[in-house]
Structure formats: structure tokens, C-alpha cells
């Protein structure tokens, strides 16, 4: 991958990033608008998902910082041609994350019921979030497995293998969904809601598994463990302990919101699972060019360019807020008929409605907030970012979604706090950026 800071060169990692990063929340997507519209308790299974799904994320961001980690660690090497001394890293760090992710399968699958009931769901909602992450959760292995290989790959400057595997994961996803959910008659029984958990789990074990082929048919890295470790596996924790108290952070946020959504009702809580769902699909667009960021940063960073890390910076700034400001008007001309894909239930879709204005106006600003981290990661400035978002969920976000929920705004609560919360991260991403650079790149 040439480091011209060039469109064309920008896209050949972006587009793929883009690609395989929106696979996430289409899968969710997928989940929400096929649920949404069962025979029987469609708000209460909506509200389940919604609810099952803000907890899983919790755990794969948490654990899945591991790609970060990885892809700054062989990035940063690979720009300063050392990228023998890390070859045996990515076996290493999979193991130590898919070994951790099967404590916390044991450590969570018995105390579902209790864990929800802190989202504040109860009676056939609690039921039914049960039942889906009975199913859910034993994908989590195995997506940790595919995000540390899709680490690797972008500290190779390697976006189209990933966006190959998260295409087939998302086919797969949603021809199971329909398949499960509904069932095939003569073939498949429906399932209801334990259909979607199903048909994600199946999904996510054949990513890791066409995860494992792409690396050891396409790469010379190998997926075998070796001892001693690496000695870049202290680099490798410090980042994850630090990108793990960050993530706490981010779910703190995630839980207050889906919590205090909960609280308002069955169709605030439905209508919230919709909204944040695309929020987070708009979120992971954007995210592709900051991947691009995250990806180029890195080599940069080694091989310590500092006037092409400030060029890389700009022009991806304003590729991110070009992609925000088109998906915000993208939204605004389809805003009467987006809702009544995911659900017919009037009560939810009238809630929905008068926050996704909200969701579409924080799309420019979630650009410059998702570029600037993703630099930062592929820098592996990770304590900087702990600090940051410690610092805006604690003094930011939960003392205004508390105030305004005093004035008992609901769900425009959420969404307003959401979108301070988003400033309170970009804006001193950029301003220690470049007081970081600046003067650097003024120097070479």
C-alpha cells in the first residue's frame, strides 16, 4: 500500500474497511427488521434484541480492542521494515483472547436473568432476553477470533480480505435469519426469536473459519503458538488494559442510554433499539475511513513521516464529514419510510420518529470524533484515549442524560446527551493531535 495520500489510494483501504466494518451492524440490522415484523410480540422481541444486543457489544468491544492493538503493533513495525520480530504475535494474542472470552461465557451464562434485570427489563421482554443470549453468546469466541485476525491483516495495509469474510458472514447471516426465524415450510420450524440467535452463531463460526484460511493461504503468519512470547506481548496488554477501562467507558454510556430507554416503556425501548442501530450503522460507514486512518497512521508513525501523518489527517477529515453530511441527507429524504422497515407498530414508530433527526445531525460530528481515534489507535496513543473517554462519559455524558431526563425529555434525553458526549471526544482528539505533530511534520 503506497502512503501518497491520494483518494484512490485512501479508497483501496477505506472502501473494504467500510465494507466489512458495516457487516456488524447490518447483522444487527438484520436481527432488528426481521424480528420487528413477527406475528406475535414484535415490540417485546424488538425490545429484547435491543437490549441483548447492547450487552454483547458491551463484551465484544471490550475484548475486540485486541484488533487495534494488533494492527498498531504490526503497522508501526511494518513501517520500520521489522515485521519479522512480530510475526508470532497474532497467534499469541488470539489465544489469549479467545481463552478469556470462554471464562466470561462461564462466568455470565448462568446470572442472565439478573444481568438484564439491570437494563430494567422484567415479565416477557427479561423471557425472551434470556432465551436469545442463551443462544448469542456462544459466537463470542469466535467473533474475538475473527476481529484479532482482522487486526492482522490491517497492520499488513490489508482491507479486502476482511471485507471478502464479512460480506460471506453477512450472506449467511441473513439467509439463516429469514430461514430460521420464519422457518421453511416442510423444512425449518420458525423459530421466533432464538432463530435470529442462531443464524448468528452460524454466521460468526463461518467468518472464523474463512478468517483462518485467508491468513494462512494469503500471509505468511502462522495461527500456531510458540514460547517464549513475543516481546511486543507487554506493548500487546498494556494496550488492551488500557483500550479495556476506555471501553468500559463506551458501554457505561451504552448501558445508561439502553437503561433509561427501558425505563420509559415497551415502545420508547423499541423505537431506541432502531435509532441506536442506525446510529451505529452510520457510525461504522464513517468508521471506514477512519480504519484507513488507523491503518496508514501506524506505518506512518514508524517510519516516522510526521508532514504525511498531518496531510493524512486533513484529507480524511474531510473525506469523514463528506460521508456524515451525505448520510445525514441520505436519511432526511427517506425519513417518513426508514422506520416501517424494522417495525408496523405505530406506538414505536411515533417515538422513532422524533429522535431520528437527532441521529442524522450527529452523523458529520461522529466523523471527526471516529477519524481522530482511529489515528490514535493505529498510533498507539491508547492512554490518551482511555483518559478521554473516562473523562467525557463521566462529566459529560451521565450528568446530562440525568438532567434532562429530570425534565423528563425521555428519549430526546438520550440522544441529545449522545451527541455532547460525541463533541467531548472529537474536539481534544484534534487539538492534541496537532499540538503532538504539527511542529513534527514543520521539522522533516
Not at 452460524?202 to 505468511?220: E, N, R, W
Amino acid at each position: 500500500m503506497k502512503t501518497d495520500i491520494t483518494l484512490k489510494n485512501i479508497n483501496k483501504l477505506a472502501i473494504p474497511a467500510l465494507i466489512s466494518g458495516v457487516a456488524e451492524p447490518i447483522l444487527s440490522l438484520t436481527d432488528t427488521a426481521i424480528i420487528g415484523n413477527v406475528d406475535y410480540n414484535a415490540a417485546e422481541s424488538l425490545a429484547a434484541v435491543g437490549i441483548v444486543g447492547t450487552f454483547i457489544s458491551m463484551l465484544i468491544w471490550v475484548l475486540g480492542q485486541t484488533r487495534s492493538a494488533i494492527s498498531s503493533i504490526v503497522s508501526q513495525h511494518l513501517g520500520a521494515n521489522q515485521l519479522d520480530k512480530v510475526k508470532n504475535l497474532p497467534a499469541q494474542a488470539i489465544f489469549i483472547i479467545t481463552s478469556i472470552s470462554i471464562l466470561i461465557i462461564i462466568a455470565t451464562l448462568p446470572f442472565a436473568s439478573g444481568i438484564f434485570k439491570l437494563y430494567n427489563a422484567s415479565g416477557l421482554i427479561l423471557d425472551y432476553s434470556v432465551d436469545y443470549y442463551g443462544i448469542r453468546v456462544f459466537g463470542f469466541p469466535f467473533t474475538l477470533f475473527t476481529i484479532a485476525i482482522f487486526g492482522t491483516f490491517r497492520g499488513l495495509q490489508n482491507t479486502f480480505y476482511p471485507m471478502i469474510i464479512a460480506i460471506i458472514g453477512t450472506v449467511v447471516n441473513i439467509v439463516l435469519d429469514f430461514a430460521f426465524v420464519y422457518g421453511i415450510e416442510g423444512i425449518v420450524s420458525p423459530m421466533h426469536i432464538k432463530g435470529a440467535a442462531w443464524a448468528s452463531v452460524i454466521a460468526q463460526i463461518v467468518m472464523a473459519l474463512c478468517s483462518a484460511y485467508y491468513l494462512l493461504k494469503k500471509t505468511d503468519i502462522s495461527l500456531c503458538i510458540t514460547f517464549p512470547f513475543n516481546t511486543e506481548i507487554k506493548n500487546f496488554i498494556i494496550m488492551i488494559l488500557n483500550l479495556f477501562v476506555r471501553t468500559l467507558a463506551l458501554n457505561a454510556t451504552l448501558y445508561f442510554a439502553t437503561r433509561f430507554a427501558t425505563s420509559y416503556g415497551t415502545e420508547y425501548i423499541a423505537a431506541y433499539t432502531i435509532a441506536i442501530n442506525l446510529w451505529f450503522l452510520g457510525a461504522f460507514i464513517i468508521d471506514g475511513y477512519a480504519s484507513a486512518g488507523n491503518i496508514l497512521s501506524g506505518k506512518l508513525l514508524g517510519a516516522k513521516n510526521y508532514s504525511k501523518l498531518i496531510e493524512l489527517s486533513r484529507f480524511l477529515t474531510k473525506c469523514g464529514i463528506g460521508v456524515g453530511v451525505l448520510l445525514a441527507i441520505t436519511g432526511f429524504l427517506f425519513y417518513n419510510s426508514i422506520g416501517g422497515v424494522f417495525t408496523k407498530e405505530q406506538a414505536v414508530l411515533e417515538q422513532f420518529y422524533k429522535v431520528f433527526w437527532i441521529v442524522l445531525l450527529m452523523q458529520p460530528l461522529c466523523a471527526l470524533a471516529f477519524i481522530f481515534d482511529g489515528m490514535f489507535k493505529g498510533m498507539g496513543k491508547m492512554k490518551f484515549l482511555r483518559n478521554l473517554l473516562l473523562l467525557s462519559t463521566g462529566l459529560v455524558f451521565i450528568p446530562i442524560l440525568f438532567l434532562l431526563d429530570y425534565f423528563e425529555l425521555k428519549l430526546y434525553a438520550v440522544f441529545i446527551a449522545l451527541t455532547i458526549w460525541i463533541i467531548a471526544r472529537g474536539v481534544p482528539l484534534i487539538i492534541k493531535f496537532r499540538q503532538l505533530f504539527l511542529s513534527l511534520s514543520q521539522k522533516t
